[in-house]
């Protein structure tokens, strides 16, 4: 025992230690254990956590930011490597001489007071030493704990135990201190060459597991089928292996169950029974057998720990499921070395038949410089790749190494579907958008890469409650579908909730769900009226298509019954097959029937309301009903009651006429629309035409044709038509807009007013 150890053992004199970055998952377990032992202990950070909240209300004196100050009467000051040498309490601890000790050599110090088992290797660690310390306290050892991750099961990461010996903790290899520790038993799960930032090669790293093992009074436990923890300890005097076979300890009969692992134990040629492991995969069979094997050299009965894997719900973040319905899984991982994400794909693969669906955040520039070739490769074995810039953890940018060199890997190593989404603040819009019924989503990285995984798991809860329990023919729905697919000036973001209903019914049962809940609804026709804003728009929104929206005909009365999902140009055809006049100046305009009726929609002297018989509607009570033309009040380009009330399907009345009367008048407005208006993507007229000029005419005078905004233009055809020019966002849209606004009004003392409705947030928000 060394001296540190010596002084935290000595309880009759308890020590006053400051933990300097104590809310990361290594610091608040130390302060755990500290407290645990007895000692004051106080903690500083640059953040506020929800964990140093647990921490104050179990007695750690917490304060943020550091200071000098939070390290006075200090015995010790412990610190983690994330914390910078310049930092006020670590040089206030310097300037007075206080004992200076890193996270690891404080962990040693600690394990050092009980009988040690560390877990080491390159994967597993965190899941393997939660299986030890709960088989050994189901066992009624009460073991110590310190593990890297908060453990469901254990309650919590750190724990300290007055009454047990054995202490377990997970050895960090990452930066050389498993050298630090002297053991009363190690565990080696499996040795690779990672960290490559601070060791030369793998020779290196093996010579730092020698060590550990050469400080190991006790077993030693190693993976039998692990090429290189069998090459450091196969040799080692009293070294007991597990694996799959020619092992000590092996495990037989595999059966993967829905989420879980059974298998049979054998201690060389003897069956010690069967074990149903809570959690998936073959990986985990293994890290199972490291504990089994561990367990039972140390005495414990296997009964009791084959009984505590059956309860073993898993760490965090180690293929936890976060969201299981019929149509959609999402899965959170922590793997991220390409051995780990080859063992989670190949799990979930033996978990169902549908597509895997990958969002991957590469960890730090140096492995994904490093591995990039073998990140491609294991990658590529899923259906559909996403991945993220990189997590930098504490290092610099490399240059040239992001994302996109995973994205490359991929591509090199045939994987066909694989996108880049820098922005993991805004990367759950592709790939919730991306996802399909049946698909299982994994996000994979050590960073914050799970925080997207929740985002699509509340909208998906909320999605599938709006759908409810109606069969595919009745509504479709998808998250986030980008508006610039459904609107005509092809720009907008993403629809928070897209809802395509079918029938009446469904359309009536999607808005009952979400008034209920006080989510928004917004109900879509073509978009060829619309601006979107790159926010998108939060809530559902809705579009009628297909089934009876998109019915059309003519019925008894020579009239012409449309739903709110016809295109005015199908309208306009229907009715010219059945000669009936009138409809001509439809030929031309992008809308749908449920848009027109709202906007009232018009062009070359008529408008929509000229030709309506009745509509029928959705109204604010979620009943049907149906209103005449004269129950309805129609204004240029508004109908203020279908604001709140959906137009469903209207009956239109024509005039009988021959089809050469009609054609010629289709050929007119053809005409006249071609020689006036631009063909080029735009949302129609931005403007309404205020009073005696025409908002064209007069941006025409005021010279603004053909001005630019980012990559969209005031038409050189018609002035009151901004066309995408390629590639144009909302922004560059509204810039232009204000911009003639402004003129309008500095000039000519005109308030424009603009037609086109203008939805959506700026700024991302959901
Ligand atoms: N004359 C011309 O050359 C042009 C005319 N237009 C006209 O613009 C309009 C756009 O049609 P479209 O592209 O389908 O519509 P949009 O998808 O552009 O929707 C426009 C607005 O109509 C309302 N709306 C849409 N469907 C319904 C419904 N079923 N019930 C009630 N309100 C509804 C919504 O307004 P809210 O949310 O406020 O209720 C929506 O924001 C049409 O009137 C179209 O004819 C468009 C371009 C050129
Ligand atoms: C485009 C839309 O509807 C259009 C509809 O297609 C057309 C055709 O009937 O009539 C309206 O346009 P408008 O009022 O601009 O009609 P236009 O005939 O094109 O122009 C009016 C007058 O302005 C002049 N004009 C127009 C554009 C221009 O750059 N310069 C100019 O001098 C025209 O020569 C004409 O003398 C509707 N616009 C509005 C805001 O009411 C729409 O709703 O989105």
């Given at each position: 025992m060394n001296e540190l150890s010596q002084r935290l053992t000595n309880l009759s004199k308890p020590l006053r230690i400051h933990l300097v970055g104590v809310a990361g998952s290594g610091m608040s377990g130390l302060a755990l254990l500290l407290m645990g032992m007895g000692h004051r202990v106080s903690g500083s950070d640059k953040v506020t956590s929800s964990e140093t909240e647990r921490l104050q209300k179990l007695g750690l004196r917490f304060s943020s930011p550091?200071?000098?100050?939070?390290?006075?009467?200090?015995?010790a000051v412990v610190y983690s490597?994330?914390?910078?040498?310049?930092n006020a309490a670590l040089s206030a601890a310097r300037e007075q001489g206080i004992r200076l000790v890193r996270r690891a050599e404080c962990l040693a110090a600690i394990l050092n007071t009980k009988k040690g088992i560390v877990v080491s290797g390159t994967h597993g660690k965190t899941t393997t030493s939660a299986m030890v310390a709960h088989g050994l306290r189901e066992a009624g050892l009460h073991p110590s704990h310190y593990v890297g991750a908060e453990i469901p099961v254990l309650g919590q990461n750190a724990r300290w135990s007055d009454e047990g010996e054995w202490m377990v903790a997970e050895g960090d290899e990452s930066d050389g201190t498993l050298a630090l520790y002297n053991t009363a038993c190690s565990i080696v799960l499996n040795i690779e060459a990672e960290h490559l930032d601070h060791y030369r090669d793998l020779d290196e790293i093996k010579a730092v597991f020698r060590t550990l093992l050469s400080q190991t009074r006790g077993p030693v436990v190693y993976c039998g089928e692990d090429e290189g923890a069998r090459s450091v300890c196969?040799?080692?005097?009293g070294a007991v292996s597990y694996g799959w076979?020619?092992?000590?300890y092996t495990a037989k009969e595999i059966r993967e169950l829905r989420g879980a692992t059974a298998f049979a134990v054998f201690r060389g040629e003897e069956r010690l029974g069967e074990v149903e492991l809570g959690i998936p995969g073959r990986h985990n069979v293994l890290n199972a057998l490291a504990a089994i094997a561990t367990c039972d050299k140390l005495g414990a009965d296997f009964i009791l720990v084959s009984r505590a894997l059956n309860t073993?719900?898993?760490?965090?973040?180690?293929?936890?499921?976060?969201f299981l319905s019929k149509k959609l899984r999402i899965v959170d991982d922590y793997g991220h070395h390409p051995t780990e994400i080859a063992a989670t794909i190949q799990t979930a693969r033996q978990l169902k038949s549908g597509r895997v669906v990958v969002l991957f955040q590469p960890h730090r520039f140096t492995r994904t410089q490093a591995l990039a070739d073998d990140f491609g490769r294991v990658l590529a074995e899923a259906d559909e790749v996403f991945v993220t810039d990189v997590y930098p953890a504490s290092e610099q940018p490399i240059p040239g190494i992001s994302g996109q060199t995973i994205v490359d890997a991929v591509k090199k190593h045939g994987g066909s579907l694989v996108t880049s989404v820098p922005d993991i603040a805004t990367a759950h819009h592709k790939v919730g958008n991306a996802l399909d019924e049946g698909d299982l989503l994994i996000t994979l990285?050590?960073?914050?890469?799970h925080e997207p995984g929740t985002r699509i798991a509340r909208d998906q809860k909320v999605l599938e409650g709006i759908v409810g329990s109606q069969s595919s023919d009745e509504v479709s729905a998808k998250l986030y579908e980008p508006m610039r697919r459904h609107t005509t000036m092809l720009v907008g973001g993403p629809a928070q909730f897209w809802i395509e209903p079918h029938t009446f019914k469904a359309f009536a049962e999607a808005v009952d769900y979400c008034r209920e809940r006080g989510i928004a609804v917004r109900v879509v026709g073509r978009g060829s009226n619309l601006l979107v804003r790159d926010g998108g728009i939060r809530g559902a929104v809705i579009h009628p298509s297909g089934g009876e929206f998109g019915e059309c005909h003519v019925n008894d009365d020579g009239h012409v019954v449309a739903g709110a999902g016809v295109r005015l140009k199908k309208l306009a055809s229907v009715a010219q097959a059945a000669e009936?006049?009138?409809?001509?100046?439809?030929?031309?305009?992008?809308?749908?029937v449920g848009g027109a009726l709202r906007m009232n929609a018009g062009a070359m002297g008529t408008e929509t309301f000229d030709q309506v018989v009745s509509v029928t509607f959705l109204d604010e009570d979620g009943e049907i009903r149906t209103r005449s033309r004269e129950e309805i009040t129609a204004e240029y380009r508004n109908v203020q009651e279908l604001r709140r009330n959906f137009a469903l399907q209207a009956v239109f009345k024509g005039e009988k006429d021959t089809p050469e009367n009609i054609k010629s008048r289709w050929d007119e407005s053809r005409a006249k629309r071609r020689g006036s208006q631009?063909?080029?993507a735009s949302a129609g007229c931005?403007?309404?035409?205020?009073?005696?000029?025409?908002a064209g005419m007069l941006v025409d005078q005021l010279g603004l044709k053909g001005c630019e905004e980012g990559k969209a233009g005031v038409s050189d055809v018609h002035g009151n038509f901004i066309v995408n020019?390629?590639?144009?966002?909302a922004g560059d849209v509204l810039r232009l807009i204000e911009r003639i606004k402004s003129k309008a009004r500095g000039e000519r003392n005109i308030e424009l007013e603009t037609e086109v409705k203008i939805i959506g947030e700026d700024e991302y928000s959901f």
């Amino acid at each position: 025992m060394n001296e540190l150890s010596q002084r935290l053992t000595n309880l009759s004199k308890p020590l006053r230690i400051h933990l300097v970055g104590v809310a990361g998952s290594g610091m608040s377990g130390l302060a755990l254990l500290l407290m645990g032992m007895g000692h004051r202990v106080s903690g500083s950070d640059k953040v506020t956590s929800s964990e140093t909240e647990r921490l104050q209300k179990l007695g750690l004196r917490f304060s943020s930011p550091h200071t000098a100050e939070a390290v006075d009467g200090a015995d010790a000051v412990v610190y983690s490597s994330a914390i910078r040498p310049d930092n006020a309490a670590l040089s206030a601890a310097r300037e007075q001489g206080i004992r200076l000790v890193r996270r690891a050599e404080c962990l040693a110090a600690i394990l050092n007071t009980k009988k040690g088992i560390v877990v080491s290797g390159t994967h597993g660690k965190t899941t393997t030493s939660a299986m030890v310390a709960h088989g050994l306290r189901e066992a009624g050892l009460h073991p110590s704990h310190y593990v890297g991750a908060e453990i469901p099961v254990l309650g919590q990461n750190a724990r300290w135990s007055d009454e047990g010996e054995w202490m377990v903790a997970e050895g960090d290899e990452s930066d050389g201190t498993l050298a630090l520790y002297n053991t009363a038993c190690s565990i080696v799960l499996n040795i690779e060459a990672e960290h490559l930032d601070h060791y030369r090669d793998l020779d290196e790293i093996k010579a730092v597991f020698r060590t550990l093992l050469s400080q190991t009074r006790g077993p030693v436990v190693y993976c039998g089928e692990d090429e290189g923890a069998r090459s450091v300890c196969a040799e080692h005097e009293g070294a007991v292996s597990y694996g799959w076979s020619n092992s000590d300890y092996t495990a037989k009969e595999i059966r993967e169950l829905r989420g879980a692992t059974a298998f049979a134990v054998f201690r060389g040629e003897e069956r010690l029974g069967e074990v149903e492991l809570g959690i998936p995969g073959r990986h985990n069979v293994l890290n199972a057998l490291a504990a089994i094997a561990t367990c039972d050299k140390l005495g414990a009965d296997f009964i009791l720990v084959s009984r505590a894997l059956n309860t073993f719900a898993g760490a965090r973040r180690r293929f936890e499921t976060k969201f299981l319905s019929k149509k959609l899984r999402i899965v959170d991982d922590y793997g991220h070395h390409p051995t780990e994400i080859a063992a989670t794909i190949q799990t979930a693969r033996q978990l169902k038949s549908g597509r895997v669906v990958v969002l991957f955040q590469p960890h730090r520039f140096t492995r994904t410089q490093a591995l990039a070739d073998d990140f491609g490769r294991v990658l590529a074995e899923a259906d559909e790749v996403f991945v993220t810039d990189v997590y930098p953890a504490s290092e610099q940018p490399i240059p040239g190494i992001s994302g996109q060199t995973i994205v490359d890997a991929v591509k090199k190593h045939g994987g066909s579907l694989v996108t880049s989404v820098p922005d993991i603040a805004t990367a759950h819009h592709k790939v919730g958008n991306a996802l399909d019924e049946g698909d299982l989503l994994i996000t994979l990285g050590a960073g914050n890469i799970h925080e997207p995984g929740t985002r699509i798991a509340r909208d998906q809860k909320v999605l599938e409650g709006i759908v409810g329990s109606q069969s595919s023919d009745e509504v479709s729905a998808k998250l986030y579908e980008p508006m610039r697919r459904h609107t005509t000036m092809l720009v907008g973001g993403p629809a928070q909730f897209w809802i395509e209903p079918h029938t009446f019914k469904a359309f009536a049962e999607a808005v009952d769900y979400c008034r209920e809940r006080g989510i928004a609804v917004r109900v879509v026709g073509r978009g060829s009226n619309l601006l979107v804003r790159d926010g998108g728009i939060r809530g559902a929104v809705i579009h009628p298509s297909g089934g009876e929206f998109g019915e059309c005909h003519v019925n008894d009365d020579g009239h012409v019954v449309a739903g709110a999902g016809v295109r005015l140009k199908k309208l306009a055809s229907v009715a010219q097959a059945a000669e009936i006049g009138g409809f001509e100046w439809m030929e031309g305009i992008p809308g749908n029937v449920g848009g027109a009726l709202r906007m009232n929609a018009g062009a070359m002297g008529t408008e929509t309301f000229d030709q309506v018989v009745s509509v029928t509607f959705l109204d604010e009570d979620g009943e049907i009903r149906t209103r005449s033309r004269e129950e309805i009040t129609a204004e240029y380009r508004n109908v203020q009651e279908l604001r709140r009330n959906f137009a469903l399907q209207a009956v239109f009345k024509g005039e009988k006429d021959t089809p050469e009367n009609i054609k010629s008048r289709w050929d007119e407005s053809r005409a006249k629309r071609r020689g006036s208006q631009p063909i080029a993507a735009s949302a129609g007229c931005v403007f309404k035409n205020p009073g005696e000029t025409p908002a064209g005419m007069l941006v025409d005078q005021l010279g603004l044709k053909g001005c630019e905004e980012g990559k969209a233009g005031v038409s050189d055809v018609h002035g009151n038509f901004i066309v995408n020019r390629g590639g144009a966002v909302a922004g560059d849209v509204l810039r232009l807009i204000e911009r003639i606004k402004s003129k309008a009004r500095g000039e000519r003392n005109i308030e424009l007013e603009t037609e086109v409705k203008i939805i959506g947030e700026d700024e991302y928000s959901f």
